[in-house]
């Protein structure tokens, strides 16, 4: 599959600045769930709310506060969307989605402090997330694999909990290059806030 330069340097600098620290590296494990807040309409009609959940692995510099997360997440876009004006509707989607972030991390007070990240994702189909119209015999199918950036802020608190806000935005499209109408379908590189909390064991 092919992307875009930018896509290709972006991964480049982050698994540098990672390998870069990690021989210094603190592990850290926990588990991540988080809500999507909004996105992009891909049909006419506004999208079904999503969320996110799965595990992680962190590896912190000590003192330093830098270092790199990575996550495996089960993901879900329950559509409850149709255009009835022009007989389309779209499936839930499922998928796992696989993010690499650098972060930083800023303490403020022993039990409170602040944090950036920002990376690359990976977003691999399990299921749904098709077209169908009226009239056609095929369904307009999603692609089984999205890549793309994500930024992040939020507060940490007894380097337990990390409750942050993020957002996701696509580099590449979600279907092919299929002519459909575009009254009835948006082929767009979708763009999702998401708030998540992350937990430590």
Do not use: P, T, W
């Given at each position: 599959m092919k992307v875009n330069c930018?896509?290709?340097?972006?991964?480049?600098?982050?698994?540098?600045?990672?390998?870069?620290?990690?021989?210094?590296?603190q592990p850290g494990f926990g588990v991540r769930g988080g809500i999507d807040v909004a996105s992009n309409d891909i049909l006419n009609v506004g999208n079904g709310l999503g969320y996110q959940i799965g595990p992680f692995a962190e590896f912190t510099v000590p003192a330093s506060g830098f270092g790199m997360n990575i996550s495996v997440l089960y993901g879900h876009k329950d559509y409850k969307a149709e255009d009835k004006q022009n007989d389309a509707s779209i499936s839930d989607y499922s998928y796992i989605s696989i993010p690499v972030n650098i972060k930083q991390k800023i303490g403020i007070v022993p039990v409170f402090g602040v944090f950036l990240t920002g990376g690359v994702y990976g977003n691999v189909k399990l299921d749904g997330g098709n077209i169908k119209i009226k009239d056609v015999i095929d369904e307009y199918k999603a692609k089984d694999f999205i890549f793309g950036l994500g930024a992040g802020a939020g507060v940490n608190v007894s380097n337990r909990f990390d409750i942050g806000v993020y957002f996701r935005g696509d580099l590449t499209k979600n279907?092919?290059?299929?002519?459909?109408?575009?009254?009835?379908f948006q082929n767009k590189k979708n763009q999702t806030w998401t708030v998540a909390i992350n937990y430590y064991f």
């Open positions: 930018f896509s290709s340097i972006s991964l480049l600098l982050i698994l540098l600045a990672a390998n870069a620290s990690i021989s210094s590296a279907y092919g290059d299929e002519y459909m109408d575009a009254d009835v």
